[in-house]
């Protein structure tokens, strides 16, 4: 594994440089996520896992990306910087795949668990200190089926409760958000059950959250119906956005807006490129369909938070954060839409 350059050095400057100007150490946003997303539309970073294999790291564990939480947080760091460079606005810790069961196989013990969770969104913070600019940390809570590493969250279903989830999950989250992140990304749901379960779990942290289901041909992957997901959002007043990502972008359009109608609530949406996992081969297959041009549509029919999942890049993020800031993606006055603040470039 070869970094491009030093991403440490670089945070550790422009973290010096922050506290000389007054600004919020160590990347700390100047206004709430639900503020921002009141005011505009708010980029997401990308893939993590793709970016850090893109680093050269093997991820072939069954912690996924989350092994680096402990064997190479430097990597993460430089992933996550690479995303703010692109322009995104939000940044995805890297505990998607983490959990104390996982960790707890690998050796580690409660407290060194807890640590690797706090450490996902202290590696976030840091790279978002690179810039200039606000930028949030969203803890990543993914589900259940991705911790048993064999794709089942692109099935659901999995024989287990909703109270039985909330066990699963609840332990997880509180060291999450004992972290202080600025919100909580529940998701690649695959089924309401788990949506139910981490909504209750979620709720008590005081967090703001934002949910997203994995879906396919209309439905969400355990085949409820995209009104009935999107549906339990409604009652929840931590949630800040609702919608779907790890997704076929083509399935994105109807998602969207079924999500903004039923929820009432701002709409997130990050599909994958448009390839497809092989679980049992644990590879890619097919072609990249991801337009970036389709977040017009997005944004028209309710989304407020966008960008990408697996397979998605710096670069492709780099695209979005130009078409949100040209002057026609902005109908308001003075070429800003709400006032917000623009991403930057690079």
Excluded at 42 to 71: H, Y
Excluded at 135 to 158: H, I, L
Excluded at 246 to 256: G, I, N, R, S, Y
Aim: aromatic share 6%; net charge negative; charged share 20%.
């Amino acid at each position: 594994m070869q970094p491009a350059h030093d991403p440490g050095r670089d945070v550790h400057a422009s973290s010096c440089d922050a506290r000389a100007s007054g600004r919020p150490f160590a990347g700390t946003p100047s206004r709430p996520l639900a503020a921002a997303l009141a005011a505009g539309t708010v980029l997401l970073d990308g893939g993590l896992s793709n970016q850090l294999e893109s680093q050269g790291c093997d991820l072939s564990d069954a912690l996924w990306s989350a092994r680096l939480l402990a064997d190479g947080p430097e990597q993460i760091e430089q992933a996550h910087t690479a995303y703010v460079r692109a322009g995104a606005q939000v940044l995805i810790t890297a505990s998607y795949q983490a959990s104390f069961e996982g960790f707890g196989r690998r050796g580690a013990g409660w407290a060194e668990a807890a640590a690797l969770f706090a450490r996902s969104v202290e590696l976030a913070r840091r790279a978002a200190a690179s810039v200039e600019r606000d930028v949030w940390v969203a803890a990543s809570v993914g589900p259940y089926g991705a911790v048993t590493a064999d794709g089942a969250e692109y099935r659901g279903r999995y024989g287990l409760s909703v109270r039985e989830l909330e066990r699963f999950h609840r332990p997880r989250i509180e060291a999450l958000a004992a972290a202080g992140p600025d919100a909580l990304a529940l998701e690649t749901v695959p089924d309401t059950d788990e949506a139910e379960a981490l909504l209750r779990v979620a709720e008590g942290t005081g967090l703001p959250v934002w949910l997203s289901y994995t879906v396919a041909r209309g439905e969400t992957r355990a085949g409820q119906s995209l009104e009935e997901a999107f549906g339990l959002a409604a009652g929840y007043g931590r949630v800040v956005a609702v919608g779907v990502n790890c997704c076929d972008p083509a399935e994105a359009d109807l998602a969207v807006r079924t999500a903004a109608e039923v929820s009432g609530k701002p709409v997130v949406v990050y599909p994958n490129s448009g390839e497809h996992w092989d679980a049992g081969g644990r590879g890619w297959t097919g072609g990249a369909t991801f337009d970036p041009g389709r977040v017009r549509a997005w944004r028209a029919a309710g989304a407020r938070l966008v960008g990408g999942c697996c397979r998605v890049g710096p670069d492709t993020i780099g695209e979005l954060a130009a078409l949100l800031a040209a002057p026609s993606a902005n109908h308001r006055e003075g070429g800003r839409e709400g006032g917000r603040e623009e991403p930057e470039p690079g």
